[in-house]
């Protein structure tokens, strides 16, 4: 196995894992809610009164985030080599293991782990261990 340096961005992760840190941090300690992703968008969806502001605040900030980071910063265009239907079957199945695992990885991976969960750990590792196992099925068995 060897490293791709070209896309090797160890500094640029570390920021971005600060700021997602911090602004975990900062909703739970300012708003007393956990920056799952899948949760605050599902809200959203079924939106109770004088709980949607938040929401669509942090859904804004993500979504403009990239354009911003884009504007000061261009950089290559990723390539995906995927077409709409795989990608729409990737975005179901992970809009249902959300669900199945009661969060996305971003609530058990970032706030979970942060708080000691016994159940983020084992959510954690599932993540990780089907990450591992997909990639290299699509790398090595498939390709």
Known sequence: MTIDWDHFTPGSSLIGGVLIGLAAGALILVNGRIAGISGIVG?????????????????????????????????????????????????????????LGSGCTSVHGVCGLSRLSPRSFAATAIFMLAGVITVYVARHLLA
């Open 43 to 99: 809200g959203l969806i079924r939106p109770r009164p004088g709980d949607v502001a938040w929401r669509v605040l942090f859904v804004a900030g993500l979504l403009l985030a990239p354009w911003l980071h884009r504007l000061l910063l261009p950089a290559a265009t990723p390539q995906i080599h995927a077409g709409w239907i795989t990608l729409g079957i990737a975005g179901s199945l992970v809009g249902f293991g959300t669900r």
